[in-house]
């Protein structure tokens, strides 16, 4: 019993960590060019830093979706991404403070006293889903240790153990099989030597036969030869006696 609830527990975490591990390959390949990952229109923002309280919390996981330039209105505060000199990206919350039409589709706002282009408003703050402390662990996982320590090693790891219980596998069947020809084998002999026994036996049957049938003719014989011998040797006597029979009454 405890056997069988033991597998279904590392049933239950290998499942686990499988789900984890593409997860978290999803949000890698799912980066845009500011390292943050989006679907579609929502973005996954991981508080870093406490500069957003008390809104939000270091360590927050945010689901942030992007708006319509249409939707987003001075006095809305918005997430956006802002680009120094050092090439370094952060991402920052602010007030729109205006907003102005460059092109048909494309529109300018104005936070913390600077322009922002439209393509680096993520969205609004009022809309954005806070998951607490789950922005730590995100960062953990996607980050190039954690990724390699706690989804390749442990991949590597599953690939290797499944082909070494392969290799068991095959191996194990391969001397059942064995053990089963030697199996066979043994048998087959076993038939052979009841098969050369029953053969012997009946030679031998077969030759207690024939030597009982040559003894009889072997008997038959020398009877027949011995009365023959007597015939023989009584004839010349008799022969004699009714020739000197003869000579008398001549």
Not at 106 to 130: C, F, H, N, P
Not at 161 to 184: P, Q, V
Not at 189 to 210: A, G, P, Q, S, W
Not at 235 to 248: A, I, L, R, S
Request: include cysteine.
């Amino acid at each position: 019993m405890f056997k069988k609830i033991g597998n279904i527990l590392l049933d239950i975490v290998i499942t686990i960590w499988f789900v984890v591990a593409i997860f978290v390959t999803v949000c890698l390949l799912s980066y845009n060019e500011f390292k943050v990952t989006t679907f579609g229109k929502s973005s996954l923002l991981i508080i870093d830093s406490d500069e957003m309280e008390p809104e939000f919390m270091e360590g927050d996981l945010l689901i942030v979706k992007r708006n319509a330039d249409n939707k987003i209105n001075v006095g809305d505060k918005v997430f956006y991404y802002n680009s120094f000199m050092d090439s370094s990206v952060l991402i920052y919350m602010d007030t729109v403070q205006g907003k102005q039409p460059v092109t048909k589709g494309e529109m300018t706002y104005l936070l913390d006293g600077e322009r922002v282009s439209g393509e680096y408003i993520i969205g609004k703050s009022e809309s954005a889903k806070a998951f607490h402390k789950w922005g730590s662990i995100l960062g953990i996982l996607t980050s190039k240790w954690g990724f390699m320590f706690l989804i390749i090693f442990p991949t590597l790891f599953a690939i290797m153990y499944e082909i070494a219980m392969i290799i068991e596998l095959s191996r194990a069947k391969e001397e059942h099989e064995e053990e089963d020809d030697d199996d066979n084998d043994s048998e087959e002999k076993d038939f052979e030597n009841v098969k050369k026994v029953k053969r012997e036996k009946v030679y031998d049957d077969e030759d207690l036969e024939k030597t009982k049938v040559l003894k009889l003719f072997d008997d038959s014989e020398n009877a027949d030869d011995s009365e023959g011998f007597e015939l023989t040797d009584l004839e010349p006597e008799e022969t004699e006696e009714d020739n000197e029979k003869e000579d008398m009454d001549s």
